[in-house]
């Protein structure tokens, strides 16, 4: 089956006054129609980045899409966002942005802000997009919509901001939806009624919706496949079971360890990774991990390590998956049993020195 949207080698770099940050470094992902892919990882792993890209919000200077490509129904776009982007984005894909307070013009009506979407997208009259403007806010459970179109940003609470971001996210009822940290800054409560209200709409329309998150709870209630990213790549990928139960990523086993759980008790202490992230200004050499991992071994500080298959659906950028590396690792999911722990590219067919 074609991937609805599909992203290749995607590299982006900015230009600063201390050099060229290489902020995304050959990402790779695709979702499927009424999928939902998660992408997880901590501040400044290049996860938002990586989806400004995509829409073609990057700016251009400093930013800089140096390779890759994006293909949305098999058609690739990437080039054709600075000549046609308004068409693609916002129409064919939407996007919540984190913060609505600062997404959303205080000076202007939350109706006209809606209608405004309608009008540049799909040439509706203004009593046209007023009334879809209206009938948005119903949809996503804002109650007295036609009284609250009127009003202004600031009579909203966070969590109807949130929801006004999501009518207007979907107004042109596009094929993916990309939702950045959509629960930030919202109590439990609120952000279990935006993460229902996405799932309804989700099932009523079809759509895929790329969530970006450093909430794995988020990720287990939401997604379907799950990637991480650390450092600008995507060091695993799987399913969101495979993710739980069979991590096979050093990074992703600390992101567990650091994360409470029900079962936890007043007693129960979490694990934080050591360390920081890797300067991207002059990537590592090797593994970007490397320095925080406590596995790691001479091969990760001179040898960027490919991506390892361990099924059809999961993959791993570590050398501990390679097929001979004899270590086990608690806590890591293996696949030499299964016969699968073979490397996406041929990068990887080294031998490996413990």
């Known amino acids: 089956m074609t991937a609805l949207l599909s992203v290749e080698n995607l590299h982006v770099e900015f230009a600063t006054y201390g050099g060229i940050v290489k902020a995304v470094r050959g990402v790779s992902f695709d979702v499927e129609a009424g999928q939902t892919l998660a992408i997880v990882g ?33 058609q690739d776009f990437l080039g054709r966002l600075e000549m046609d982007g308004r068409t693609i984005c916002g129409d064919e894909i939407g996007m919540i942005f984190q913060d609505p307070m600062s997404s959303l013009n205080p000076t202007m009506r939350i109706g006209d802000q809606i209608a405004e979407t309608l009008k540049v997208h799909r040439d509706y009259s203004p009593k046209e997009a007023w009334k ?33 971001m999501i009518a207007m996210a979907v107004a042109c009822k596009p094929a993916v939806l990309i939702a950045d940290e959509p629960t930030t800054a919202l109590d439990v409560t609120i952000q279990a009624q935006i993460l229902d209200l996405l799932q309804d709409i989700q099932k009523e329309t079809g759509m895929a919706i790329i969530l970006i998150t450093h909430d794995l709870a988020v990720v287990a209630r939401m997604a379907d496949k799950v ?21 096979a990523h050093p990074y992703t086993l600390g ?94 067919d080294q031998e490996v020195s413990p």
């Open 132 to 164: 879809r403007a209206i009938e948005l806010l119903e949809l996503v459970k804002i109650p007295e919509a036609p009284k609250r179109a009127a009003q202004y940003p600031f009579e909203f609470s966070g969590g109807m901001l949130q929801r006004v």
């Open 227 to 247: 990637a991480v990213m650390y450092a600008g790549q995507i060091v695993e990928a799987a399913t969101v079971n495979e993710l739980f139960y069979e991590s």
């Open 42 to 74: 901590e501040s400044g792993s290049g996860k938002s980045v990586t989806m400004q890209a995509v829409m073609g919000l990057i700016p251009m200077p400093p930013g800089r899409i140096t390779q890759g490509s994006a293909k949305l129904r098999g």
């Open 255 to 348: 992101l567990k360890q650091a994360m409470p759980s029900a079962e936890s008790d007043e007693n129960h202490v979490l694990e934080p990774i050591p360390g920081s992230p890797p300067d991207l200004f002059s990537p590592p050499q090797g593994c970007a991990y490397c320095a925080r991992c406590p596995w790691h071994m001479q091969v990760c500080q001179t040898d960027d390590p490919a991506s390892f298959r361990l099924s059809d659906t999961h993959t791993s950028r570590c050398w501990l998956q390679h097929p001979r590396q004899p270590r086990e690792v608690e806590g890591l999911h293996r696949a030499e049993s299964q016969g699968v722990s073979k490397p996406v590219s041929d990068t990887a």
